[in-house]
């Protein structure tokens, strides 16, 4: 059975967020062809997908096609919307995961969910974490790599990630929200130098922050194969050594000791940082050899 934890779907439409919430700053997305469609940002283009971004029928084509047996499928991170009032982020929640859970019930051997929750205001993150998990049947949540000026050590997460072990909720940690202006402006920097820094210090602020000493059942998995940190974890574990008082702060345990405390997925896009990943995370902490025990789940429902 092949597993893929990485997968991004969008609804095929929703209702016109700024007329709905009254400001700017949110996507939509416009079907200019048969196929394809333009993610808009106001009056920017943001990205062009296909159908097989919204069409399930098309995805499973696509899966067939390449030995996928099971996807778990999350939210586009730019629709996280963390910066905008937290009522309007649970409602966009709302519609993006229902739509999220109808493709799943349509399709249950198949299909998985990570729901998106309002991370900016985290009792309403359990909330609707409560509801991804109990009412709409997700084994997990995908959450952004910080939430706003907060890394994910920040202690206002603190009750997410007790409600998240409490439900036995799997978040997937995704980068998001780089920089993209001034020397990050050309060359597709934020994509491929930024996401890999920002799935680094969200992996550092777990480990400095003392995250994964208080939530020791978390399951958590980060996206891209854990960004730079495989290849930076000697670095990481040297500062920690020779500069305590900046690194050791909040938390005396050795940067690596928490190797195999949590998951990453595989998509590395080149066989020799996939070794070093298997060599430094651990083969049976790499999704695409044990996606089941991350999200909970038994084989059986999808034979």
Request: proline share 6%.
């Amino acid at each position: 059975m092949k597993i893929d934890i990485h997968n991004h779907i969008l609804p095929k439409e929703w209702p016109d967020l700024k007329q709905r919430y009254g400001y700017q700053g949110w996507v939509q997305l416009h079907h200019n062809c048969k196929g394809e469609a333009i993610m808009m940002k106001d009056d920017k283009v943001f990205r062009v997908i296909q159908d097989t971004c919204w069409d399930p029928e098309v995805r499973i084509r696509d899966m067939d096609r390449t030995g996928v047996t099971v996807q778990a499928l999350s939210t586009v991170p730019v629709m996280f919307s963390y910066w905008a009032k937290a009522q309007d982020t649970l409602d966009l929640c709302h519609i993006l995961n229902d739509d999220l859970a109808a493709t799943v019930q349509k399709h249950p051997k198949r299909f998985v969910g990570f729901g998106t929750l309002p991370m900016q205001a985290p009792d309403l993150a359990v909330q609707e974490m409560h509801r991804c998990v109990k009412e709409l049947g997700f084994p997990g949540v995908q959450i952004g790599s910080h939430i706003n000026d907060w890394d994910l050590n920040a202690p206002e997460l603190y009750p997410f990630y007790a409600a998240a072990e409490e439900l036995k909720c799997s978040l997937f940690v995704h980068p998001w929200d780089m920089q993209t202006d001034g020397r990050m402006s050309k060359y597709w920097l934020p994509w491929l130098v930024g996401m890999p820094a920002e799935t680094t210090t969200a992996i550092c602020s777990m480990i400095f922050g003392g995250v994964l000493e208080k939530f020791p059942k978390l399951k958590v998995c980060f996206a891209h194969g854990g960004g730079s940190f495989p290849f930076t974890i000697g670095r990481i574990e040297h500062g920690f050594q020779v500069r305590p008082d900046l690194c050791a702060v909040d938390n005396k345990t050795s940067p690596r000791k928490y190797l195999g405390s949590f998951y990453t997925d595989s998509l590395v896009h080149d066989p020799h940082a996939l070794k070093l990943l298997v060599d430094v995370i651990g083969e049976d902490k790499i999704l695409a050899s044990n996606a089941l025990e991350f999200l909970g789940l038994n084989r059986k429902q999808f034979e």
